[in-house]
């Protein structure tokens, strides 16, 4: 397809698990992002690619999380030691470049019990 | 830093009424401007943007917006609300240079339900 996509879809974990989530972007953009949308905080901005450099991991909440972007191409959200308050839909977006219009993938639901 | 406002939460309209979303920004200079559009269980499409230019864009779906500088405004509008638009819309703001020009800052969303 055209777009960005994500997988999975949905991911139900339990409290403690490690979880990956995947984002394919359009074929030819430089950069990537993530942000998530949970209930309480609204769309929150991540962490930014631009190749696979990431020069401003400054949204990221804590430790836990980390990601990587491979080959200009995919990139992986990883979050340790799920928490509840991780519980949210994760939005990958991706662009031509800085300062250009975003296109959002479908997102990924992680549930934590 | 620059921030987002949107008035209303939740906004109601029958359907073939107008639709009037609101956005107001912060920011020290005039950024980039967008809305986007979220139906349940999917992914934000983007409506329009504005970045130079003329001040009133027109998007997807019979939506417009006018960016007025004065204001610090940049509010959604539709003559005719259909059944289709029933959705959440979020107003987002890019910085146009400089640093930060890759973070997109969005307001809360205003969710928008359309009665037959």
């Known amino acids: 397809g055209a777009g960005v996509s994500q997988s999975p879809s949905n991911k139900v974990t339990e409290k403690g698990k490690d979880v990956e989530l995947r984002c394919d972007p359009i074929s030819g953009h430089t950069a990537l992002y993530w942000y998530r949308q949970s209930l309480g905080q609204g769309l929150e901005f991540l962490i930014y690619?631009?190749?696979?450099?990431?020069?401003?991991k400054s949204g990221l909440p804590s430790d836990r999380f980390s990601a990587e972007r491979t080959g200009g191409s995919v990139s992986t959200l990883t979050i340790q030691r799920t928490q509840q308050e991780d519980s949210a839909v994760y939005l990958c977006a991706s662009s031509l470049g800085v300062a250009t219009e975003q296109f959002f993938g479908p997102g990924t639901r992680l549930t934590v019990l | 830093a620059q921030s987002v406002t949107q008035l209303g939460s939740h906004v109601s309209v029958s359907e073939g009424a107008l639709v009037l979303l609101r956005c107001n920004y912060s920011s020290s200079v005039p950024p980039y401007l967008f809305w986007y559009v979220q139906y349940p269980n999917q992914g934000l499409q983007l409506l329009l943007k504005y970045t130079t230019g003329a001040t009133l864009v027109k998007g997807i779906n019979g939506f417009e917006a006018e960016f007025k500088k004065s204001e610090t405004s940049f509010h959604l509008t539709k003559p005719s609300a259909h059944m289709s638009d029933a959705a959440e819309y979020f107003c987002?703001?890019?910085?146009?240079?400089?640093?930060?020009?890759?973070?997109?800052?969005f307001g809360k969303g205003t969710k928008l339900s359309v009665i037959p």
């Open positions: 987002a703001v890019l910085p146009s240079g400089g640093a930060g020009s890759y973070q997109l800052t």
């Open positions: 690619f631009q190749g696979n450099s990431a020069p401003d």
